[in-house]
């Protein structure tokens, strides 16, 4: 009878090391079935988001770009127009009327020095005054913040996938600028013939600026040309000959 207790002692003992071992064997095979599993979700994840990057860069990013240069070339316009604004001058002292004894006009001449005087100071004060926008700092002449922290423009991500009730949505992507280099920029004359018997005298500052457009994705250059009327002015008689306007330093 002892005999047959410690036989199926034995045989329990057994059953139990396979039940054991079977039991190790499913969580091994757990085991690899979720490691399989995670490595199969990370392989989704990549693909997708390489998937998700390669859509951006043909669709998204041109219409990006596109915008951020738009309202990079509204905000440098917009600064140019408000601090011009400011600048004071003379008119009448920046060109001469020469007339004969009836009347009539013989000649305009235009005052070089004065004109280039006046070029230098408004590139110098716009240069000052997009150095301070795209650090979103004071103006030095309006003494106003043209844009918080510098940023011109917020673009919603849902604006570029072209759906509608997605427009407004999603994070806000920002713009930014960058100047490249100094501002440059030149004055044109024009003396042309206005209504019967009638001259029209024009005098306009041309401001020329390269900047570096920024989003959080991607950069592009962009060069932006400004013309702001100086002096319009109306003059009884005919277009005469006038002495032209000229930059000697070619700036």
């Known amino acids: 009878m002892f005999s047959g207790m410690l036989s199926y002692t034995v045989l329990m003992e057994d059953a139990l090391l396979l039940i054991e071992a079977g039991c190790s ?19 989704a994840i990549v693909l997708g988001f390489g998937c998700v990057v390669r859509s951006f ?30 600048i004071e001058y ?22 070089s020095y004065k004109l280039n005087q006046l070029l230098y100071s408004a590139l110098n004060t716009i240069d000052k ?15 106003d913040v043209f844009y918080e922290d510098g940023v011109l423009y917020e673009v919603p991500a849902g604006y570029l996938s072209h759906i509608f009730f997605l427009y407004d ?6 713009v930014r600028m960058r100047m490249l280099n100094d501002v440059t920029g030149e ?23 390269n900047a570096q457009v920024i989003t959080f994705l ?15 002015q109306i003059v009884n008689g005919q277009v005469p000959d006038f002495t032209p306007y000229s930059n000697p330093s070619g700036k």
């Open 218 to 232: 991607s950069t592009s250059e962009l060069e932006t040309k400004t013309e702001i009327p100086l002096v319009v």
């Open 169 to 174: 949505k999603g994070p806000k992507i920002r």
């Open 129 to 143: 005054s997009l150095l301070a926008a795209q650090d979103g700092k004071k103006d030095p002449t309006t003494k």
């Open 187 to 209: 004055i044109k004359t024009e003396s042309k013939p206005y209504g019967i018997n009638n001259t029209m005298i024009k005098i306009s500052l041309v401001v020329k600026v």
């Open 90 to 111: 003379d008119t009448d002292a920046l060109f001469k009327i020469n007339r004969t004894k009836n009347g009539d006009i013989t000649s305009i001449e235009y005052d």
């Open 57 to 86: 860069n043909t669709y998204m990013e041109p219409q990006l770009q596109a915008i951020a240069k738009q309202h990079t070339g509204f905000a440098i316009n917009n600064i140019v127009k408000e601090v011009l604004a400011d």
């Open 25 to 43: 064997m499913r969580k091994v095979k757990s085991r690899k079935y979720k490691k399989q599993k995670l490595i199969l979700l990370l392989v």
